[in-house]
């Protein structure tokens, strides 16, 4: 098992910053991925960014260069720091910590961000 702590989010104003991030503990994969999606009322839910275990990274168009995601202080916590914030951000943000290779994995609780216009 996979326990996965998120922190951050909250309610900023368009053009604002946000710093979410994620701490992995458990059984832990050495070769994973962590990632943050995010699901907005009546929507499903999206990637936003993704990165491996050894620092490969990908986004979703939608980011468009806003958005930058890292290994934290230790090897398995993600960061996701958000520049540039629009209204069409505001969703449930959820971490998601897998086995390199695999499509399922485990998520957290999710967290609110709120972008006021």
């Known amino acids: 098992q996979v326990q996965l702590e998120e922190s951050g989010g909250g309610l900023v104003q368009a053009g604002g910053s946000l710093r979410l991030s994620c701490a992995a503990s458990?059984?832990?994969?050495?070769?994973?991925?962590m990632g943050w999606y995010r699901q907005a009322p009546g929507k499903q839910r999206e990637m936003v960014a993704t990165?491996?275990?050894?620092?490969?990274?990908n986004f979703a168009a939608f980011v468009q260069g806003r958005f930058t995601i890292s290994r934290g202080n230790g090897e398995n916590t993600a960061v996701l720091q958000m520049n540039g914030l629009k209204p069409e951000d505001t969703a449930v943000y959820y971490c998601?910590?897998?086995?390199?290779?695999?499509?399922?994995?485990?998520w957290g609780k999710g967290t609110q961000v709120t972008v006021s216009s």
């Open positions: 998601n910590f897998r086995r390199q290779g695999f499509t399922n994995g485990y």
């Open positions: 458990g059984s832990i994969f050495s070769s994973n991925v």
């Open positions: 990165i491996t275990s050894g620092g490969t990274s």
